[in-house]
């Protein structure tokens, strides 16, 4: 597994840090900005040895290009991204090692139509997910349909419950407010509410999350419970007949909430 170390950005984003014992090489994942990762490896002492990219949008992408030219590191993202400095282009199953740990890549359009997730399998997996599953939310669908994003959910549901949810958006207490609209009644989370807002008030970050507690308070992974299904047909005023709608009912609530 990797140590993954959280290098904050803007006013939101994580760029995460992996590294691994006995090494001064990191990689890291999304640097939406240069100077905070530059800052990272100048008071850490470490060598950059690859980025990788989930997605193209600005706010993951735009350190790349100048941290790539100061280092000469590689760069990893997917095949049919926009963005143009990706020279490592990785498509659904893709396998790569870096820092001697092997990364699965999976493609999980629907935020927007390029992104994909790394998954890092083991005795504690770990899944590097960027603006598609959060803690207690998802990503806003910007380029892909609901259909596509409620797949990536299935797939994320299927990762065994003990992994680690790396996410790129310090969003969670707002999804928490969301989610527990869709279910007051769901004692996980307003006690996931209450241990969020204690790190926040200590400025630490909420994540990361694990698959275990995402299915017990993530109405975007939770499409298949009752009360889940009951609150979007509430919402829509109509019964719902498949998961696919539930879930696409529950992010056209998230968008007007």
């Not at 170390?5 to 990689?27: E, M």
């Not at 640097?31 to 470490?46: A, C, F, I, K």
């Not at 498509?91 to 999980?108: A, H, Y």
């Amino acid at each position: 597994m990797f140590k993954v170390t959280p290098i904050p950005a803007f006013n939101d984003n994580y760029i995460w840090a992996l590294s691994v014992p006995g090494k001064q090489q990191i990689v890291v994942i999304d640097p939406g900005s240069e100077d905070e990762v530059n800052q990272y490896l100048t008071q850490n002492q470490l060598d950059l040895t690859a980025i990788l990219i989930t997605h193209h949008h600005n706010d993951h992408t735009g350190g790349v290009e100048q941290l790539k030219k100061q280092h000469n590191c590689s760069v990893y993202g997917p095949a049919n991204s926009p963005f143009k400095a990706i020279e490592n282009r990785l498509q659904d199953g893709d396998q790569i090692e870096l820092l001697g740990q092997q990364l699965e890549v999976r493609e999980v359009p629907g935020h927007t139509l390029d992104h994909i997730s790394y998954y890092l399998s083991g005795q504690q997996p770990q899944v590097f997910c960027g603006d598609t599953l959060f803690l207690a939310g998802c990503g806003r669908l910007f380029e892909g349909t609901a259909e596509q994003m409620h797949q990536a959910m299935e797939y994320f549901n299927h990762l065994p419950d003990s992994t680690e949810i790396y996410c790129t958006h310090e969003y969670s207490l707002a999804n928490l407010q969301f989610a527990a609209a869709v279910e007051p009644d769901n004692l996980a989370i307003s006690d996931a509410q209450d241990r969020c807002t204690g790190l926040r008030e200590r400025n630490l970050p909420t994540l990361p999350t694990s698959i275990a507690t995402e299915k017990q308070i993530n109405p975007f992974l939770r499409y298949s419970s009752a009360s889940v299904k009951a609150a979007a047909e509430d919402f829509t005023g109509k019964p719902l007949g498949n998961e696919s709608d539930i879930f696409a009912a529950i992010r056209e609530w998230k968008n007007q909430f």
